[in-house]
C-alpha cells in the first residue's frame, strides 16, 4: 500500500520554528520528486519547497526563502521541512507529495498539484500572532 505520512504539525507563535517529517512507504522513493504543499483556509493548494529524486537540488518559493529548507534521505524513505521564523501567513495544511521524476523541473518549481502521483493526508501548521 501506498502511502505519505506527515507529522510534527502544531500551534506555534509568530518567530517560532517547526519540523515536519514525512515518511513514505510502498513505492520506489528515489524515483520520486518530492514536495511539501499547503493549503490555506479557501485557497488553492500551493507548492512551497520541493526536492529532487536525488536530493541535490530544491526549490524554495519566494515567500519562505530565508526560512524554510527541505531535505531527504533516500536510505530511510524520508523529506523533511524545517520551518524558522515562522509567520501567521504560513498557517494552513501542510501536505507531502510525490511526482514521478520529469514531471517537473525542480528548479523551475514544485509543479502543478494535479500532476502529483501521491499523497500524504497533511498536517496542520497554525502559527499565532
Known amino acids: 500500500e501506498v502511502q505519505l505520512v506527515e507529522s510534527g504539525g502544531g500551534l506555534v507563535q509568530a518567530g517560532g520554528s517547526l519540523t515536519l517529517s514525512c515518511t513514505a512507504s510502498?513505492?520506489?522513493?528515489?524515483?520520486?520528486?518530492i514536495a511539501w504543499f499547503r493549503q490555506a483556509p479557501g485557497k488553492e493548494r500551493e507548492g512551497v519547497v520541493c526536492v529532487n529524486d536525488s536530493g541535490n537540488s530544491t526549490y524554495i518559493e519566494d515567500s519562505v526563502k530565508g526560512r524554510f529548507t527541505i531535505s531527504r534521505d533516500n536510505a530511510k524513505n524520508t523529506v523533511t521541512l524545517h520551518m524558522s521564523n515562522l509567520k501567521p501567513e504560513d498557517t494552513g495544511l501542510y501536505f507531502c507529495g510525490a511526482i514521478t521524476v520529469g514531471q517537473a523541473d525542480i528548479r523551475d518549481g514544485c509543479g502543478r498539484s494535479w500532476r502529483y502521483d501521491h499523497w500524504g493526508q497533511g498536517t496542520q501548521v497554525t502559527v499565532s500572532s
Open positions: 510502498g513505492f520506489k522513493f528515489g524515483d520520486y520528486d
